[in-house]
């Protein structure tokens, strides 16, 4: 082979690859919770879609930066399930001794993805390079979300009846375990910059834990009903998505609320905030919409079509 057809077929694969990633940066994957499907689709071209049924009461997802895949948590089907970049394959399950998953996060450092099942009071440790289970941690009631730290690579876990946050090391041993009174956790976001984790509750606030998640540095009232909750990786800030009032508040580190957002339908899923064009996704169940919104609190796009759209994901 000469050394132009090399240069030709490198090029070649160069642009292939390029053309791939350009594509990923543009997809989202929507749980509708309606219809009980998953929804794959692109921000370029959001009427071809590519969608996965069968879910029964679905309540998170998470893409698997390796290969682009999708984990779901199908919650009343107690299962964790693998779908193929395309959307349209079932690639994997996982369903022994799996009790209504409500969330799960995947380390990408330790090739871990990292179950909460609620019904049966215990977090699993999936390994993704041996495609099987290497661990479970026991002693939760109801164990609802699970985050990856990205300050530390710690795991925390929110107990939503016991009203404890629980941090685990990477090998699933027990770092701390706080129990606070007069709310009952629910969705976590980290802070990159300093450890510390902000925390939707039950009881119409939020709270900030310290970085060692056994004490509440600060605490902001007034929502109707918080739900989702993301932080910024560059400054610190945090978005929070208030379904009960129709409402997106941005919230600066300390606790401060800087931006609210409103006419939304019972907002619910947020997708992570992208670096690249700072902006992120919101599922609004009411209206049938998924929609974008930059850093600043400006909606940037809106993609119907949906039935009630209640978890959203996207490539960055």
Not at 149 to 160: A, G, L, N, T
């Amino acid at each position: 082979m000469n050394k132009v057809k090399v240069i030709l077929m490198f090029c070649s694969i160069f642009l292939t690859c390029l053309a791939r990633f350009s594509l990923a940066d543009n997809t989202l994957w929507v749980i509708d919770r309606a219809s009980n499907e998953l929804i794959r689709l692109s921000e370029d071209n959001p009427s071809e879609r590519a969608t996965t049924a069968g879910f029964n009461a679905a309540k998170s997802l998470i893409i698997n930066k390796n290969d682009a895949s999708v984990w779901i948590a199908d919650t009343f089907n107690n299962r964790v399930m693998q779908i193929s970049s395309d959307g349209k394959t079932k690639l994997y399950i996982i369903d022994d001794e799996i009790g209504k998953p409500f969330h799960i996060a995947i380390s990408s450092t330790h090739r871990v993805l990292w179950i909460a099942n609620s019904s049966t009071g215990e977090v699993t440790k999936f390994s993704l390079n041996e495609m099987k289970e290497i661990g479970r941690i026991g002693g939760f009631s109801n164990p609802h979300d699970i985050v990856i730290s990205p300050y530390d690579d710690s795991v925390w876990v929110s107990d939503s009846d016991t009203g404890e946050i629980v941090r685990l090391f990477y090998d699933g041993s027990i770092l701390s375990r706080a129990k606070f009174k007069g709310f009952k956790p629910d969705h976590l976001t980290i802070n990159p910059n300093d450890g510390t984790c902000w925390v939707t509750t039950h009881s119409k606030l939020i709270a900030r834990i310290s970085s060692d998640g056994k004490k509440v540095l600060s605490k902001l009232s007034g929502f109707g009903l918080p739900f989702m909750i993301i932080t910024d990786r560059e400054d610190g800030s945090s978005w929070v998505s208030d379904p009960e009032k129709g409402e997106l508040i941005k919230v600066s580190p300390e606790g401060k609320i800087i931006k609210i957002v409103d006419s939304f339908n019972h907002c619910f899923g947020l997708s992570e905030i992208n670096l690249k064009d700072k902006a992120f996704w919101t599922a609004d169940a009411g209206s049938g919409e998924i929609i974008r919104v930059s850093s600043e609190g400006k909606i940037l796009a809106r993609i119907g079509g949906f039935r009630e759209p209640f978890m959203i994901a996207a490539e960055k």
